[in-house]
Nanobody, 126 residues
C-alpha cells in the first residue's frame, strides 16, 4: 500500500508557473501508474494528467495539454506536475493518485485509482 503526500500549492498570479510534488512511501513506487486530478469549488473532480510506470508514457486532459507537464522520479519516489501559464480556471485542489492496473489505458478515469493524497490547494488570481 502506498501513501501519497502532495506539496507545492499556493496563491499565484495569472500567467506564472508552479510545480506540484507528490511524495510516495510504502509499496513499490515503480509499479504504480500515477495521475494528477483536480477539483474546483462546486465542481466534480477531473483528470489532469497521468504517467506510466517508466515515465515514458504520458496523457493529458485537453484543458492543460501544452501547459502542464507530468514527470516522475522513481529513484526519489516522487511525481511532479509542472504547471505553466496558470489561469484562474486552474484554481482547484490538486490530488495525486496511484493505481497498479496492468494497462495504462483508462488512467484518466478516477475510478481505476486505488490510492489518493490529501490534496494541495492552487489558487490563481487574475
Amino acid at each position: 500500500q502506498v501513501q501519497l503526500v502532495e506539496s507545492g500549492g499556493g496563491l499565484v498570479q495569472s500567467g506564472v508557473s508552479l510545480r506540484l510534488s507528490c511524495a510516495a512511501s510504502g509499496g513499490t513506487f515503480s509499479s504504480y501508474v500515477l495521475g494528477w486530478f483536480r477539483q474546483a469549488p462546486g465542481k466534480e473532480r477531473e483528470f489532469v494528467a497521468a504517467i506510466g510506470r517508466s515515465g515514458s508514457g504520458t496523457y493529458y486532459a485537453a484543458s492543460v495539454k501544452g501547459r502542464f507537464t507530468i514527470a516522475r522520479d522513481n529513484a526519489k519516489n516522487a511525481v511532479y506536475l509542472e504547471m505553466n501559464s496558470l489561469q484562474p480556471e486552474d484554481t482547484a485542489v490538486y490530488y495525486c493518485a496511484a493505481h497498479r492496473r496492468i494497462s495504462f489505458v483508462g488512467s484518466s478515469n478516477e475510478n481505476v485509482y486505488d490510492y489518493w493524497g490529501q490534496g494541495t490547494q492552487v489558487t490563481v488570481s487574475s
